[in-house]
């Protein structure tokens, strides 16, 4: 989060909530050692 500074993560996360399928594309980057990250928002 320190990286993206202005970014507000409560916009993030609730975006995130909205959309099961794109936690679970993100659960699946943890897993196979992927590093998720903020590219656009």
């Known amino acids: 989060m320190n990286r993206h500074k ?3 993560w409560a ?3 609730a ?3 909205a959309s099961p399928e794109k936690l679970w594309s993100l659960d699946e980057m943890e897993i196979t050692g992927g590093e998720p ?3 656009r928002f």
């Open 11 to 13: 916009k993030v996360h």
């Open 15 to 17: 975006k995130l909530e």
């Open 6 to 8: 202005g970014i507000e």
């Open 37 to 39: 990250d903020v590219v």
